[in-house]
């Protein structure tokens, strides 16, 4: 298994940014796959995640602004994430969770993780 984030970079509040997932090594159906951010000095913190019928988990820092979905055939995972706040600055790390039914809330149910990518948000 191999999750490879692209997509982070530098904008201003109320910018917007997409990342990417690109997933590899399982099937979709099996799995849950979401999204995980670590601001400097604080926890983990499961921001999104999309089971492989389609729910969307959103934690609500993020709610309203931040929208999960998949595309199966080409394997991969987005973020869209609109409104960023400078509090949204982490690197977000993409993670599946094997054998999921549904949604993952928090952060430690997840077996797989890719690299990370950065996001920082100016104010």
């Known amino acids: 298994v191999q999750l490879v984030e692209s997509g982070g970079g530098l904008v201003q509040a109320g910018g917007s940014l997409k990342l990417t997932c690109a997933y590899y090594g399982f099937i979709f159906d099996d799995y849950a796959v979401g999204w995980v951010r670590q601001a400097p000095g604080k926890e983990r913190e499961g921001v999104s995640c999309i089971s492989s019928s389609g729910t969307a988990y959103y934690a609500d820092s993020v709610k309203g602004r931040f929208t999960i979905s998949s595309d199966n055939a080409k394997k991969m995972v987005y973020l869209q994430m609109n409104n960023l706040k400078s509090e949204d600055t982490a690197v977000y790390y993409c993670?599946?969770?094997?054998?999921?039914?549904?949604?993952?809330?928090?952060?430690?149910?997840?077996?797989?993780w890719g690299q990370g990518t950065q996001v920082a948000v100016s104010s």
């Open positions: 993670a599946a969770a094997d054998g999921k039914v549904g949604v993952v809330v928090s952060h430690d149910e997840y077996d797989y």
